[in-house]
């Protein structure tokens, strides 16, 4: 799932020129048909079609918005959470039930316009109502003002959110710094890693895909540190991962290479279980330089060894995980 797509929201005064600016045209090749026509019927025609262009185009452009607009309520639960820490919820939906409005608006506005314009039959007439118009559809487009403000920025944050697929096993890496969690992702994944960006947190998501497509995700600074000491935007982002995470990979550095003893790295592994309701794999890194932490599976990202044990416990834990979604207890 991405957002890349969600085009540019524009203020209301930019709607308003298009619409004018087409309506102005429209007028302008009406006019110049030369066919000889009543000048009553023809300044009909040429106010209605105004209208109607103008009505049309901010009509269109509000719904395109609309449309466009990710329906908050059928998002995949880790988009859904992310646009509720991220986004004043209340006021995204309120600001779409605002476009929705000025869309009726704007349908009534020209209906009785339009109606307005056939009754009438002085020339004069047609321009007092056409102008009567637009200053109306310029009052209601005004009245969103702020909504449309808002929905550029909501647009904004949620370019930003990180293109994971929502529907592919998940696998998260956790571990310490530099106990070899970029390392091990490259080791799985093969291919250089995707670098999706997280909003709130100045940290980017390496994201990674194997054989089977399972993705793999690789958390710098978010699942590195004992969860009290992040701030809530951290934790709230920590809260997103956990609605794709299917399996977490935990990495111990057995040399403490890392820098980190081996007490801390168990500490940030009791928080990590006790944080994400899945299973964890423990993996000992390294271990081309020393013996692995006891009850892990043992492997060198660096060398490749023991990786195939790593997939095999991760093939075998997701399948064991498929089975027992089958058959609930
Ligand atoms: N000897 C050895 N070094 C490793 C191994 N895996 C990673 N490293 C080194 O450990 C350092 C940190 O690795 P990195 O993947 O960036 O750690 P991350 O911070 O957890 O992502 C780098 O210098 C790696 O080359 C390994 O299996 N053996
Ligand atoms: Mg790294």
Redesign the pocket.
């Known amino acids: 799932m991405n957002f890349q797509g969600l085009g540019k929201i524009e203020t209301y005064e930019q709607y308003l020129d298009m619409a004018f600016k087409d309506s102005m045209k429209v007028a302008e090749s009406i006019r110049s048909d030369t066919k000889s026509q009543d000048r009553i019927v023809k300044s009909r025609r040429v106010e209605s079609a105004r209208v109607m262009t103008v009505a049309k185009s901010l009509i269109s452009n509000l719904d395109g918005i609309i449309k466009r607009f990710p329906s908050i309520d059928h998002l995949p639960p880790f988009y859904n959470e992310l646009v509720h820490c991220t986004i004043d919820y209340e006021l995204l939906k309120k600001s779409l039930g605002a476009l929705n409005w000025a869309k009726k608006q704007l349908q009534n506005l020209l209906d009785q316009t339009i109606i307005e314009l056939r009754r009438n039959k002085r020339l004069h007439h047609f321009n007092v109502v056409r102008t009567s118009f637009s200053g109306r559809a310029s009052s209601v487009m005004k009245q969103i003002k702020k909504n449309l403000e808002f929905l550029e920025g909501a647009r904004k944050i949620m370019k930003s959110y990180p293109a994971l697929k929502t529907s592919v096993p998940t696998i998260v890496i956790a571990?310490m710094?530099?106990?070899?969690?970029?390392?091990?992702l490259a080791a799985i994944t093969g291919a250089k890693p995707h670098v999706a960006s997280y909003p709130f947190t100045t940290q980017k998501l390496n994201l990674g895909y194997d054989a089977e497509e399972n993705q793999y995700i690789?958390t710098?600074g978010l699942l590195d540190r004992p969860i009290a000491k992040r701030n809530p935007i951290e934790r709230q982002a920590i809260l997103a991962l956990k609605h794709v995470a299917n399996l977490v990979v935990f990495?111990i550095d057995p040399t403490e290479s890392?820098g980190y003893p081996i007490g801390d790295q168990e500490k940030l592994l009791a928080d990590i279980k006790k944080q994400f309701a899945v299973p964890v794999i423990i993996v000992s890194?390294?271990t081309?330089?020393s013996k692995p932490y006891p009850e892990s599976i043992a492997a060198?990202?660096?060398?490749g060894k023991g990786i195939d044990a790593v997939r095999a416990a991760i093939t075998s834990a997701l399948a064991r995980q498929h089975t027992s979604a089958q058959n609930p207890a």
């Open positions: 571990g710094p530099n106990v070899g969690k970029s390392t091990l690789d710098p990495i890392c890194n390294k081309d330089l060198s990202a660096k060398t």
